[in-house]
């Protein structure tokens, strides 16, 4: 069943300030940087929008909050800072369209670590691709030397993926923990999938199969509507008191 999406609230909206705050932190305050090459964890708040809302959110905690380093960092505000807000994005594009392909499936891409751990990869690689292409795009503005970059390419690629193999480490158990803690019951801004909704509202889950199992509406049943209420109502209390679906 597809996901359907619901707008903004003001819990998605402070989320993604907080994501972006963190991103800024973690990209001035926590990373190793050279002329050529930078090592840091500002992907983590990336990936996280990424996974909790979507590609859209994602690429917005990633554009604005590579922004905001851009602008406060050494270079400032320059012709060349609309080059380099971009390839943050891409992470964002590629592991949000995956979490959202593997919530239409009933499942949440926490719970299937392989695949988040690919996602994460790919989207390293295409980031570094996109940031190479940048340096040479600012190579060519500035008229300076793009070997240097040729040399140590290599070894940006392996630092990437890395990079994202521990990213996506820390980032499925925090999933798991934010969504048991409750913090994301109001920032996720999209409606359920039908399968998997056990956990979600065992109730409503046990209802809906009891529902189906004999073929009749809740106001059809055979035994009279009061009764076939009766039942449901008991199914309901069982199933909130952990005897789980029927």
Request: aromatic share 8%.
């Amino acid at each position: 069943m597809p996901v359907k999406r619901k707008k903004w609230n003001i819990s998605t909206v402070c989320m993604m300030a907080l994501l972006i705050a963190m991103m800024f932190l973690l990209k001035r305050f926590a990373a190793i940087e050279t002329p050529h090459m930078k090592i840091n964890f500002a992907s983590l708040p990336v990936v996280l929008a990424s996974m909790m809302f979507g590609p859209v959110e994602g690429a917005i905690v990633a554009v604005v909050g590579e922004l905001i380093a851009q602008i406060t960092g050494i270079y400032g505000l320059s012709p060349t800072t609309f080059i380099w807000i971009w390839p943050p994005a891409i992470r964002a594009l590629v592991v949000g369209f995956t979490a959202l392909w593997v919530r239409n499936t009933g499942s949440r891409l926490e719970n299937r670590p392989v695949i988040c751990y690919v996602s994460c990869v790919m989207g390293a690689i295409l980031t570094t691709t996109g940031n190479t292409f940048g340096m040479w795009l600012d190579s060519l503005f500035y008229r300076t030397s793009f070997t240097p970059v040729l040399f140590i390419t290599p070894a940006r690629y392996v630092t990437g993926v890395v990079t994202a193999v521990l990213v996506a480490t820390v980032c499925i158990p925090l999933m798991h923990g934010l969504r048991r803690s409750g913090v994301l019951k109001y920032a996720d801004g999209r409606k359920e999938p039908h399968h998997g909704m056990e956990a979600a509202d065992p109730g409503g889950f046990c209802i809906d199969k009891l529902v189906r199992r004999d073929h009749h509406p809740a106001g059809h049943c055979p035994g009279g509507g009061s009764v076939c209420r009766a039942g449901l109502s008991l199914a309901a209390q069982l199933c909130h008191r952990g005897a789980g679906p029927l």
